[in-house]
């Protein structure tokens, strides 16, 4: 089966109205020795057609897609919990970092107010992460441990 007009550069509805469709018959019939017989058969598709084929053919496409994109996500990410958690705090950390550095050379009463904030909102980002590493440390040793018995 041949079909032609549909190229890639153009949208899909463009490329449905521009469809043909041609069967050809590759078989030599046995009554005819030299010469092949082929038809040919042009098939049109309506607007309503053209309409609901490209709906479906793009919702699938979107289908295909973000499915794709879910499994590449998540076989990027083979970190555990505890990691993410450390990265996210981390990311936190120097958010306010940033924002006591815009800060630093405004002595108005908000900006100190705003920076004794920030630093207390540092140190209990700090407690934590500091708290998941020492989680995290732990069960990286008693699993290396763990495997040293087996």
Request: no cysteine.
């Given at each position: 089966m041949n079909v032609?007009?549909?190229?890639?550069?153009?949208?899909?509805?463009d490329n449905l109205q521009k469809a043909q469709v041609r069967l050809t018959s590759d078989f030599v019939p046995l009554d005819s020795s030299s010469s092949q017989d082929t038809q040919s058969d042009t098939v049109s598709i309506s607007?309503?057609?053209?309409?609901?084929?490209?709906?479906?053919?793009?919702?699938?496409?979107?289908?295909?897609?973000?499915?794709?994109e879910i499994?590449?996500?998540?076989?990027?990410?083979?970190?555990?919990e505890n990691e993410k958690?450390?990265?996210?705090?981390?990311?936190?950390?120097?958010?306010l970092q940033e924002q006591r550095r815009d800060l630093a050379g405004d002595n108005s009463p908000q900006a100190q107010d705003q920076l004794k904030m920030i630093d207390?909102?540092?140190?209990?980002?700090?407690?934590?992460?500091?708290?998941l590493l020492k989680v995290q440390k732990e069960a990286e040793t008693?699993?290396?441990?763990?495997?040293?018995?087996?």
């Open positions: 032609s007009g549909l190229g890639s550069t153009t949208s899909i509805t607007d309503e057609g053209q309409k609901k084929l490209s709906t479906e053919l793009g919702a699938t496409m979107h289908k295909n897609a973000s499915s794709a499994q590449q996500s998540e076989q990027a990410d083979t970190r555990t958690l450390i990265d996210k705090l981390k990311e936190q950390i120097k958010e207390n909102k540092i140190m209990m980002l700090n407690t934590q992460l500091m708290t008693s699993s290396s441990h763990n495997l040293l018995i087996s």
